[in-house]
């Protein structure tokens, strides 16, 4: 169970917590220069477009010169905000993925994307959580929300509203963008970790950007294979958290609300 570093997709070889140890030192030169070119390629972008937070947090995690290892940056997120990082081998059962982020454990990809998957991949590598989401996790009032994410996990599945909590995740947590000084920027990781998105997200006169409404963000279907039609900004990482305080009560509602199709448009919209 912990001799070999796991194969991509190997779910034979997780813990019943889903997760995998990440084996650093036998990570194969040829993965790290991988990192090396998705990282060199995506650093102008960020600096332009991703958002202060996102800034910060990749700064603080020094991880430009090959895959990163787990258990320094778990040293680094514990002093930052408490989080640590777990290996697994892809995705894993939403019960667990809940209650990785409930215990303030983010779950990490432990494989990388052949070169000739650069520009798209259909599932997560260490790529894309890693420095798609980890940044995040050195803001506090983000990492307090992920935390509350994840406890209304067990909840949402109990009075069937799995479905909204997905939106609000999807929505906010892997495309979500924020309003600052100077304008708007991305702090999704489904945004951050793929150089078109990064661009198009914020600059792009094809999506409808939207203003953060909790309700409106739990109704919104959403697309998974191509760039979004829709992106939703936040004002700061605060508003993320204050949902959650409301969100048993938003769920309810949103189990039986109308949903939205992916691009479509509402009355009640406040375009940016
Ligand atoms: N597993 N590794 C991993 N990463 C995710 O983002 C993830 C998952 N399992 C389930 C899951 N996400 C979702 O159900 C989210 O929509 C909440
Ligand atoms: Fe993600």
Redesign the pocket.
């Given at each position: 169970m912990d001799g070999l570093p796991a194969l991509r997709g190997d779910y034979a070889a997780a813990a019943p917590d889903?997760t995998v140890p990440q084996h650093h030192a036998l990570v194969p030169p040829e993965d790290h220069a991988t990192w090396r070119a998705l990282f060199r390629r995506q650093s102008p972008l960020w600096e332009r477009h991703a958002a202060r937070a996102y800034r910060d947090g990749i700064a603080r995690l020094d991880c430009e010169d090959g895959v990163p290892d787990f258990a320094a940056t778990s040293e680094r997120l514990r002093a930052a905000t408490g989080w640590s990082l777990v290996g697994?081998p892809?995705?894993?059962?939403?019960g667990?993925?809940?209650d990785h982020l409930a215990a303030r454990r983010f779950?990490?990809?432990v494989w990388i994307r052949r070169p000739e998957e650069m520009d798209y991949l259909e599932e997560?590598d260490i790529f894309h959580?890693f420095a798609g989401?980890v940044p995040l996790l050195t803001e506090p009032a983000f990492a307090d929300f992920l935390q509350a994410?994840g406890e209304l996990?067990a909840h949402a599945q109990r009075i069937g509203a799995?479905k909204p909590?997905?939106r609000l995740?999807?929505h906010m947590?892997?495309f979500g963008l924020i309003e600052e000084q100077g304008g708007l920027r991305a702090y999704g990781a489904g945004i951050l970790s793929s150089s078109a998105e990064t661009v198009y997200s914020v600059t792009s006169d094809t999506p409808l950007r939207l203003r953060f409404d909790p309700r409106r963000v739990l109704r919104s279907d959403y697309r998974i294979d191509d760039l979004q039609p829709t992106y939703f900004a936040i004002r700061d990482y605060a508003e993320l958290f204050a949902t959650v305080r409301d969100l048993p009560a938003l769920l309810d509602w949103a189990r039986d609300a109308e949903p939205i199709p992916p691009g479509a448009t509402d009355p009640a919209d406040q375009p940016i």
């Open positions: 889903g697994v892809g995705l894993i059962p939403e667990l993925f809940f779950p990490v990809t997560p959580d989401h994410y996990g799995l909590l997905a995740y999807w947590v892997e």
